[in-house]
């Protein structure tokens, strides 16, 4: 998402929400899509981000990852995602440091993000577009709190909120509450679209972002 009025906004007409999880490539790219989408509508279009965490089955009890977890995950599929997320770098004409992202644990930043979303909505695009430009653009490591201080301090959001919130126990447990709930509702991988009760999974492109807005 490129510009910063992804909060709620009375002059939208249509709403579309989003499962994502920054450290998933293929959520990148689906930025990218829904970006590109976003610039050919004459309308504004509301985005509902909803925080998903693709590593929940391998934390330990203290919320560390466990990488010696078998996921089912091996080379093989590794080498086909790396190819999935070339191929889709160039039809999106996306910029990209990396394909994966394996060693980043995305859960700090989807905290501090989930609490500008609720007190700074204004401000949560560009915050948002920050954590992915940094860790796909840029290669920083957005599990370190000091990275998304400086995103934050970039954004014009306050330091220590961010610091303090990433820190906060209560909101902690209440986007472990949310991973629990999108999987509940049938969200098991990410990017998962939803509008007006119509679904789309994975980086599709613009014009299937389109005919899902439109309910085509």
């Known amino acids: 998402m490129t510009d910063a009025d992804t909060g709620s906004t009375p002059e939208a007409t249509d709403r579309i929400?989003?499962?994502?999880?920054?450290?998933?490539?293929?959520?990148?790219?689906?930025?990218?899509?829904?970006?590109?989408?976003?610039?050919?509508?004459?309308?504004?279009?509301?985005?509902?981000?909803?925080?998903?965490?693709?590593?929940?089955?391998?934390?330990?009890?203290?919320?560390?990852?466990?990488?010696?977890?078998?996921?089912?995950?091996?080379?093989?599929?590794?080498?086909?995602?790396?190819?999935?997320?070339?191929?889709?770098?160039?039809?999106?004409?996306?910029?990209?440091?990396?394909?994966?992202?394996?060693?980043?644990?995305?859960?700090?930043?989807?905290?501090a993000s989930w609490y500008v979303k609720g007190e700074y909505p204004e401000q949560w695009g560009a915050f948002d577009e920050a954590i992915y430009t940094a860790l796909w653009q840029d290669g920083r490591d957005i599990g370190d709190v000091d990275v998304l201080a400086d995103l934050a301090d970039d954004c014009g959001l306050p330091v220590d909120e961010i610091r303090d919130a990433v820190a906060d126990d209560g909101i902690r447990a209440e986007l472990e509450d949310l991973f629990a709930e999108a999987q509940q509702t049938g969200v098991t991988g990410v990017p998962t679209f939803v509008s007006d009760g119509h679904v789309a999974r994975g980086a599709v492109p613009p014009e299937h972002v389109e005919r899902l807005v439109d309910g085509q």
């Open 17 to 111: 929400e989003i499962y994502a999880d920054y450290v998933c490539p293929f959520c990148y790219l689906g930025t990218r899509s829904l970006a590109q989408y976003r610039e050919g509508r004459d309308e504004p279009l509301t985005v509902d981000w909803h925080p998903f965490d693709l590593r929940s089955g391998k934390r330990n009890p203290d919320g560390s990852i466990d990488h010696d977890v078998d996921d089912g995950k091996g080379d093989e599929y590794y080498e086909q995602a790396r190819q999935n997320v070339r191929r889709l770098q160039e039809e999106y004409d996306a910029e990209m440091a990396q394909e994966i992202a394996t060693d980043v644990d995305s859960f700090d930043a989807q905290v």
